[in-house]
């Protein structure tokens, strides 16, 4: 199995290891499953507010063990994240994974700027994406991600994320 990257992907150990951005409305919230179905594997997860609430996490790719050559040779890079809304409130979702030089510089990214997930849609959804032949030189991947409720209700009402991961095979 491949090492996560990620620290805390579902929110076990509360917001620790994520940096917010945006911490908008009441913020961001760990909440336990409250019978989202299609659930994933983990019990907790991420919950947004009604305002835009974005964190963010910077993996170090020396610092996890890789070397610069192994690195320089483009290994695949996967990235996933899961996502959901609740069923009495649409929500707004989001996700970025940037590849980045040490010197913080772009190499290649994965975006999704603007997704609305009806109320009606409320399982959870995983979406993935893999990074091949995207030059040498990467050194640092930067995962943001985030949301917000679309009905404006103070509260946790946002998109709801956990089981984020970063692997490299």
Same mark, same amino acid.
């Given at each position: 199995?491949?090492?996560?990257?990620?620290?805390?992907?579902?929110?076990?150990?509360?917001?620790?290891?994520?940096?917010?951005?945006?911490?908008? &409305?009441?913020?961001?919230?760990?909440?336990?499953?409250?019978?989202?179905?299609?659930?994933?594997?983990?019990?907790?997860?991420?919950?947004?507010?009604?305002?835009?609430?974005?964190?963010?996490?910077?993996?170090?790719?020396?610092?996890?063990?890789?070397?610069?050559?192994?690195?320089?040779?483009?290994?695949?890079?996967?990235?996933?994240?899961?996502?959901?809304?609740?069923?009495?409130?649409?929500?707004?979702?989001?996700?970025?994974?940037?590849?980045?030089?040490?010197?913080?510089?772009?190499?290649?990214? !994965?975006?999704?700027?603007?997704?609305?997930?009806?109320?009606?849609?409320?399982?959870?959804?995983?979406?993935?994406?893999?990074?091949?032949?995207?030059?040498?030189?990467?050194?640092?991947?930067? !995962?943001?991600? &985030?949301?917000?409720?679309?009905?404006?209700?103070?509260?946790?009402?946002?998109?709801?994320?956990?089981?984020?991961?970063?692997?490299?095979?």
């Amino acid at each position: 199995m491949l090492k996560n990257l990620i620290r805390n992907p579902c929110g076990e150990e509360g917001l620790d290891h994520w940096q917010d951005i945006h911490n908008g &409305g009441d913020g961001w919230k760990v909440e336990n499953d409250v019978g989202i179905p299609k659930y994933p594997y983990h019990m907790k997860y991420f919950a947004a507010s009604f305002q835009q609430c974005c964190k963010t996490q910077v993996i170090d790719l020396l610092m996890q063990g890789y070397s610069e050559e192994e690195l320089d040779t483009q290994p695949n890079i996967m990235i996933s994240d899961w996502y959901a809304t609740r069923n009495d409130s649409g929500s707004s979702y989001e996700l970025q994974v940037q590849l980045l030089s040490d010197c913080h510089n772009l190499i290649s990214e !994965f975006n999704i700027t603007y997704m609305a997930i009806p109320e009606s849609d409320f399982s959870f959804n995983q979406v993935s994406h893999t990074f091949i032949k995207y030059g040498p030189g990467v050194r640092f991947i930067k !995962f943001t991600h &985030g949301g917000k409720s679309l009905k404006n209700w103070k509260g946790w009402y946002g998109v709801r994320v956990t089981g984020s991961s970063v692997t490299i095979n």
